[in-house]
């Protein structure tokens, strides 16, 4: 019996849109990986013996400490909160966003540096507007991402 854990994908559902979560069911399925999501509210799954949902209360971070408890060194994050994807990158796991950006050691404290340089912005009456709409360029992006994770991670 091999005792190795098995490296797994976790996704911060409240906020990752529609088709990247389809992008990534088709990929649990393909590849047998294991998918847990963590939601304040309920989401239907397709079946799969390898999906499972975790419905956390609803609150300030409830979702992304459930993940950040549950993940291990070497796992997956989806996700696009930069604070999130710290805290996993801390605990030894990589983090990519559903725009296909993926975050590492070398970058995430600039981003995170960034992040609360905007956040001081917008607390002082600046108007930023919201991200851009998903692309399909950003699609392509998360795609390749997460099949070079695949890849390097399924023996």
């Not at 966003?97 to 981003?111: H, M, T």
């Not at 002082?124 to 692309?135: D, R, W």
Request: hydrophobic share 40%; net charge neutral; with cysteine.
């Amino acid at each position: 019996m091999n005792d190795k854990k098995q490296t797994q994908i976790w996704i911060d559902a409240d906020a990752c849109p529609v088709v990247i979560k389809d992008i990534l069911f088709k990929a649990a399925d393909r590849t047998q990986t294991q998918i847990t999501l963590v939601a304040n509210h309920a989401l239907h799954l397709p079946p799969s013996r390898y999906l499972s949902f975790i419905q956390v209360s609803a609150g300030f971070d409830v979702a992304d400490n459930e993940i950040v408890k549950r993940l291990n060194a070497g796992d997956l994050v989806i996700t696009a909160d930069i604070p999130l994807a710290d805290e996993a990158i801390t605990k030894g796991g990589l983090a990519l966003s559903p725009r296909g950006e993926l975050f590492s050691a070398g970058n995430i404290k600039s981003k995170l540096s960034m992040r609360d340089f905007m956040d001081v912005i917008r607390s002082s009456g600046v108007q930023t507007g919201g991200p851009a709409p998903l692309s399909q360029a950003d699609r392509q992006a998360f795609a390749n991402h997460l099949d070079r994770w695949l890849n390097q991670n399924k023996s």
